[in-house]
């Protein structure tokens, strides 16, 4: 995906913990390597969990809510497919996907699907680390992926895989702010 110069990261509409994480990690890690890349999702509704809030705020986020999109060179969905009923539809010169949903629905060899995972932010964290990237490097990242595969895996009760317990205790994230996202969607009323 590297070849791409102009990138952009779609997630899938409401967005959850997994899809953020993901998207925000993979974001980082093109705007590093120096390409001119965006982080959007569409969709009816804007974020409104005050835990995703909380987790845009504190990472300083920068994904942005779209309804038009001029077409990218690179549309990359992430945590869903594109051509799927959860994902605003958006053209691109060239469409990849990176997803843990089995949907039978592939494009071609640029989709990286692997259903066996809990969460999308196990096979970015898995992606990542094959390309030399250190998650660590990066408290923010390694906190987002794993605030991502917390969410997606029912506060960690469905792992199995290796990739995901490789992932839980090698990352070196944030505990507070893990503490305090845990809590968040919790009020006086």
Do not use: W
Not at 65 to 80: I, M
């Amino acid at each position: 995906l590297s070849r791409f110069r102009q990138i952009v990261i779609q997630i899938h509409d409401n967005p959850d913990a997994d899809a953020v994480g993901s998207g925000y990690a993979l974001y980082r890690y093109f705007k590093r390597d120096g390409r001119d890349v965006r982080l959007i999702y569409g969709g009816r509704n804007v974020i409104s969990k005050s835990n995703m809030k909380l987790l845009l705020q504190e990472l300083d986020i920068p994904l942005e809510y779209v309804t038009e999109l001029a077409s990218p060179e690179l549309l990359l969905t992430v945590d869903c497919q594109h051509g799927q009923g959860n994902v605003q539809h958006f053209d691109a010169e060239n469409i990849a996907m990176i997803d843990h949903h089995s949907t039978g629905k592939l494009s071609d060899d640029m989709a990286e699907i692997r259903s066996h995972l809990v969460s999308c932010a196990s096979i970015c964290y898995s992606m990542l680390k094959d390309a030399g990237y250190d998650a660590n490097d990066d408290t923010d990242i390694a906190t987002a992926l794993y605030y991502g595969l917390y969410m997606d895996s029912n506060q960690l009760s469905e792992i199995s895989h290796p990739i995901d317990r490789d992932m839980i205790d090698f990352l070196q994230y944030d505990k507070q702010l893990i503490s305090r996202l845990k809590y968040a969607n919790f009020s006086i009323s």
